[in-house]
């Protein structure tokens, strides 16, 4: 790549590559692969990362909310795309865009067969979501019999796939815990499969579920994290490589006296003699506040450069005394080498919230290392 001149976000079209082949090379040939592309696929560039992964072979893509499902339609990917969280007021565009709802409630699964029956649908592919202990969204065991009741009386829908999502997948302090949804998952399956009389797919497995619990895998399993490389796991991430690498580029560089200060409300007061170096990536592209006063850092010639002050809004200054550089030099802020996982951490915060914060503004920049 050449040398970065402004604020971009690269994305690495190899490392995915690379990342959906470990995934897939944990999953069984009869597996099928669901890859989670929700968010800007985890704050890349959803339409470009789902066209790799259709030349890659995936079976099957989810997004958040049916406004991201459009994306992806508009852009001619016709693989078929799980809704997770669709919400009634999408139901018209759900099936304008054939777009398949996980169903989640008694009232969601109503008010979508009045919808589909309404407008002349048949086994129409719905995703009957069931909660085991995340307590989030879902259907509960109890509530089967009453599905299938309803289910009966329509043809207008077919149950394309019954599925749950773990709590903890990735915390193996937890271990007995997802066990028991796995557990739960299991029986509330098989006695779904035997009151409908046919075989819906079943999954349940995230990234970590993918990796920790092979019994969880079922009939598909559901990656996001893994697939943008990070494996909530350090054994894990060896295999992994981060698709996307956060970039930007010095500005200015100041020497600060001693007693003088830098930035809003004089966040960082110089000790010493202090040279900063003004950096075009605020608040506002996705480096939260949190990240001020020394805690989070960026990597200027292979060194550290800690954010001095406060964050503004479009800058950040960051600690450049022992790093021989100068303005117009490049500047990581995470990537390959300084993960957004190490940098998130300084603030207790996980690889999933920086990189799916980088906002809209910056620029994206498609690239194979
Ligand atoms: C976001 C999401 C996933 C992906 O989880 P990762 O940990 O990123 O692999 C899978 N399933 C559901 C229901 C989700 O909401």
């Not at 950040?316 to 995470?334: A, K, L, P, W």
């Amino acid at each position: 790549m050449p040398k970065a001149h402004e604020t971009l976000l690269e994305i690495d079209l190899n490392a995915l590559d690379n990342n959906y082949k470990y995934i897939t090379s944990k999953i069984t040939p009869t597996t099928q692969m669901l890859a989670v592309v929700k968010a800007f696929a985890y704050g890349s560039d959803a339409v470009i990362v789902a066209r790799e992964l259709v030349t890659l072979g995936v079976n099957y893509f989810a997004v958040a909310y049916t406004k991201e499902g459009e994306t992806l339609r508009n852009a001619a990917i016709d693989t078929p795309i799980l809704v997770l969280h669709p919400l009634p007021v999408d139901f018209e565009s759900i099936v304008n865009r054939c777009l398949e709802p996980s169903i989640y409630s008694r009232k969601t699964l109503s008010e979508f067969i009045a919808f589909a029956e309404a407008n002349n649908q048949t086994n129409y592919p719905i995703h009957l979501k069931f909660n085991t202990g995340l307590n989030r969204l879902g259907f509960n065991e109890s509530d089967i019999l009453w599905i299938v009741k309803t289910l009966s009386k329509t043809k207008s829908v077919k149950v394309k796939s019954a599925f749950s999502h773990l709590a903890a997948s990735e915390d193996l302090k937890l271990k007995e815990f997802t066990i028991g949804q796995i557990g739960v998952f299991r029986k509330i399956s098989e006695k779904l499969i035997a009151q409908l009389g046919y075989k819906p797919l079943l999954h349940c497995a995230n990234t970590s579920g993918i990796i920790n619990y092979p019994e969880a895998h079922f009939n598909m399993v559901r990656s996001g994290i893994g697939l943008y490389g990070y494996g909530n796991d350090s054994e894990v991430n060896k295999y992994l490589k981060p698709v996307a690498t956060l970039k930007t580029v010095i500005s200015q560089i100041h020497e600060v006296q001693k007693n003088q200060s830098v930035g809003y409300n004089r966040g960082f007061i110089a000790e010493k003699t202090t040279k900063s170096a003004t950096l075009p990536i605020g608040h506002a592209d996705g480096i939260p506040r949190s990240y001020g006063n020394e805690n989070g850092w960026v990597t200027i010639a292979g060194k550290k450069a800690p954010i001095l002050g406060n964050v503004c809004m479009d800058m950040i200054m960051v600690d450049v005394t022992n790093i021989e550089c100068e303005e117009g030099d490049e500047v990581i802020v995470f990537g390959p080498s300084a993960t957004a996982e190490e940098l998130a951490a300084a603030v207790n915060s996980i690889s999933y919230e920086l990189i799916t914060a980088i906002s809209q503004r910056v620029k994206r920049v498609i690239c194979r290392k």
